[in-house]
């Protein structure tokens, strides 16, 4: 018999909470109350779960159901639930830039040569494009064979999104190079627009020169001050997270109610096709590299439980970021490999995204009746993979790609102005690429520490179940 706070029945609960979403939409004779009772008091248990285990994960999973539930409920309510995720993330914007560069600081200055850092960045950067390569095709094959666009009726872009895809695209409308942009101008700049990719670049000339002083008093006065600040920004994580319950709720309720049933029945498709083409990239591709390089999978599945549910509930790879820093340094991988490749990645690696545009692109062809060819697929593959490297810091930069990289191929009859339909469900979409990214991401980190030999397995990060010995989230 299991314990009645066991992590057993708490996926027991969720999943019956699930199924009566489910049952609702079957039995319309049925009143809607029954359900919403039902799965309130199955919410009220999960709570209790999670209250009882002081798991930070099982309380997300927990907020994004009753955001699910609230959401359907009370849509006007659950609009003004938004500022909670919005008060989430610009707290998770004050830690970001302190963070990484005391990581890399440290990392770097204090336990690399500089060659080594060279060398995990050349393997870095091949990693990323042979594994986005990879997602790119896998995203090109899935739509391929759902024709999602051929089955989308005709339906005009509504106001609002012809409105965000004009202000998502007037970011481009002042030509930027860059390679240039990769450089800071002043940090005090990048830091404030959150330049990330800017910030690393700072942070590992700071660490190299810092690694030349020779004055050992100054370099060893400089490293113990970054060390001490690494471990209080690691602090500050952990109490920004006590925020990040509410935050998944405020963000999936408001995700719920701006959707609308219709819209997303309409392009039900689309969104199916691409968490399956998602699952199969993960399970073809991410699985296969992480057992051909010897990763523990339960132990890294909990490790990366906590920043994957924020980077699904919150769509945001940032908030995500703090979080996936400090699991995968106490994973085992080092701080100058996690702080180098984990942020690298979120400019080169993004695998959701890559798979996404592909996909997209395609599915815009099908709904304009354009039947490319194998040869222009892959031309229009080559053409994001350069694309995409070049929008790190672009909001919205997922959009900002497929109709920049339309328009190069309007010749073909692609319609750019039909992308907008896509924005109606692309925030559910945004969810599920949002965590592949972070996903591989701490996949990458992994990689990279083994293959410098520095990989070492600490103990799991998720605590015990004192019912079911070394489990996981999801280890029974």
Same mark, same amino acid.
């Given at each position: 018999?299991?314990?009645?706070?066991?992590?057993?029945?708490?996926?027991?609960?969720?999943?019956?909470?699930?199924?009566?979403?489910?049952?609702?939409?079957?039995?319309?004779?049925?009143?809607?109350?029954?359900?919403?009772?039902?799965?309130?008091?199955?919410?009220?248990?999960?709570?209790?779960?999670?209250?009882?285990?002081?798991?930070?994960?099982?309380?997300?999973?927990?907020?994004?159901?009753?955001?699910?539930?609230?959401?359907?409920?009370?849509?006007?309510?659950?609009?003004?639930?938004?500022?909670?995720?919005?008060?989430?993330?610009?707290?998770?914007?004050?830690?970001?830039?302190?963070?990484?560069?005391?990581?890399?600081?440290?990392?770097?200055?204090?336990?690399?040569?500089? $060659?080594?850092?060279?060398?995990?960045?050349?393997?870095?950067?091949?990693?990323?494009?042979? *594994?986005?390569?990879?997602?790119?095709?896998?995203?090109?094959?899935?739509?391929?064979?759902?024709?999602?666009?051929?089955?989308? $009726?005709?339906?005009?872009?509504?106001?609002?999104?012809?409105? !965000?895809?004009?202000?998502?695209?007037?970011?481009?409308?002042?030509?930027?190079?860059?390679?240039? &942009?990769?450089?800071? &101008?002043?940090?005090?700049?990048?830091?404030? @627009?959150?330049?990330?990719?800017?910030?690393?670049?700072?942070?590992?000339?700071?660490?190299?020169?810092?690694?030349?002083?020779?004055?050992?008093?100054?370099?060893?006065?400089?490293?113990?001050?970054?060390?001490?600040?690494?471990?209080?920004?690691?602090?500050?994580?952990?109490?920004?997270?006590?925020?990040?319950?509410?935050?998944?709720?405020?963000?999936?309720?408001?995700?719920?109610? $701006?959707?609308?049933?219709?819209?997303?029945?309409?392009?039900?498709?689309?969104?199916?096709?691409?968490?399956?083409?998602?699952?199969?990239?993960?399970?073809?591709?991410?699985?296969?590299?992480?057992?051909?390089?010897?990763?523990?999978?339960?132990?890294?599945?909990?490790?990366?439980?906590?920043?994957?549910?924020?980077?699904?509930?919150?769509?945001?790879?940032?908030?995500?970021?703090?979080?996936?820093?400090?699991?995968? @340094?106490?994973?085992?991988?080092? !701080?100058?490999?996690?702080?180098?490749?984990?942020?690298?990645?979120?400019?080169?690696?993004?695998?959701?995204?890559?798979?996404?545009?592909?996909?997209?692109? *395609?599915?815009?062809?099908?709904?304009?009746?354009?039947n490319l060819s194998i040869g222009q697929q892959i031309a229009i593959c080559l053409t994001l993979m350069l694309t995409s490297k070049g929008v790190a810091g672009v909001r919205g930069a997922s959009f900002v790609i497929l109709t920049t990289t339309l328009m190069d191929y309007k010749h073909l009859g692609?319609?750019?102005?039909?992308?907008?339909?896509?924005?109606?469900?692309?925030?559910?979409?945004?969810?599920?690429?949002?965590?592949?990214?972070?996903?591989?991401?701490?996949?990458?980190?992994?990689?990279?520490?083994?293959?410098?030999?520095?990989?070492?397995?600490? &103990?799991?990060?998720?605590? $015990?179940?004192e019912n079911l010995p070394d489990s996981g989230l999801f280890g029974e």
């Amino acid at each position: 018999m299991k314990a009645p706070f066991s992590l057993f029945w708490y996926i027991t609960i969720f999943a019956i909470c699930g199924l009566l979403f489910f049952l609702e939409s079957s039995l319309p004779q049925v009143n809607p109350i029954v359900f919403a009772v039902m799965r309130y008091l199955g919410m009220g248990y999960l709570f209790a779960i999670a209250f009882k285990r002081k798991k930070l994960s099982l309380w997300i999973f927990t907020a994004m159901l009753l955001g699910v539930e609230v959401g359907l409920d009370f849509p006007e309510f659950s609009l003004e639930m938004k500022r909670f995720g919005d008060v989430f993330l610009r707290l998770i914007k004050t830690l970001v830039a302190p963070l990484l560069f005391a990581t890399l600081v440290v990392g770097i200055a204090g336990h690399s040569n500089l $060659k080594q850092v060279g060398r995990i960045g050349l393997k870095s950067i091949i990693y990323f494009e042979v *594994v986005t390569t990879f997602a790119l095709f896998i995203g090109l094959l899935a739509i391929n064979i759902s024709g999602a666009g051929y089955g989308v $009726k005709e339906t005009t872009v509504e106001t609002s999104a012809k409105e !965000k895809s004009a202000e998502l695209l007037a970011q481009l409308e002042k030509p930027k190079d860059h390679l240039v &942009e990769l450089v800071p &101008e002043n940090i005090a700049k990048a830091i404030a @627009e959150n330049q990330v990719l800017q910030i690393v670049v700072f942070s590992v000339l700071f660490a190299i020169a810092l690694s030349l002083v020779k004055n050992v008093k100054h370099k060893e006065t400089m490293l113990h001050w970054t060390e001490s600040l690494s471990e209080v920004m690691f602090k500050f994580t952990d109490i920004v997270m006590y925020v990040a319950p509410l935050a998944v709720f405020g963000a999936i309720a408001s995700t719920i109610a $701006k959707s609308g049933v219709d819209v997303l029945m309409n392009l039900l498709q689309l969104v199916g096709t691409l968490y399956v083409g998602l699952l199969v990239f993960v399970l073809t591709i991410l699985l296969p590299i992480a057992l051909l390089f010897k990763v523990k999978i339960r132990e890294f599945l909990g490790s990366i439980t906590e920043p994957l549910s924020i980077a699904f509930a919150t769509a945001s790879s940032e908030a995500a970021l703090p979080k996936a820093l400090e699991n995968m @340094e106490k994973f085992g991988v080092p !701080k100058k490999i996690v702080g180098f490749v984990i942020p690298t990645g979120y400019s080169f690696n993004l695998d959701g995204t890559t798979l996404y545009l592909s996909m997209a692109t *395609v599915f815009v062809a099908q709904m304009c009746g354009v039947n490319l060819s194998i040869g222009q697929q892959i031309a229009i593959c080559l053409t994001l993979m350069l694309t995409s490297k070049g929008v790190a810091g672009v909001r919205g930069a997922s959009f900002v790609i497929l109709t920049t990289t339309l328009m190069d191929y309007k010749h073909l009859g692609l319609d750019p102005e039909k992308a907008g339909i896509i924005l109606g469900v692309d925030a559910l979409m945004d969810m599920a690429r949002t965590s592949v990214n972070v996903l591989g991401n701490c996949l990458a980190s992994v990689i990279i520490a083994k293959s410098e030999g520095e990989f070492a397995l600490s &103990e799991p990060t998720y605590e $015990k179940d004192e019912n079911l010995p070394d489990s996981g989230l999801f280890g029974e």
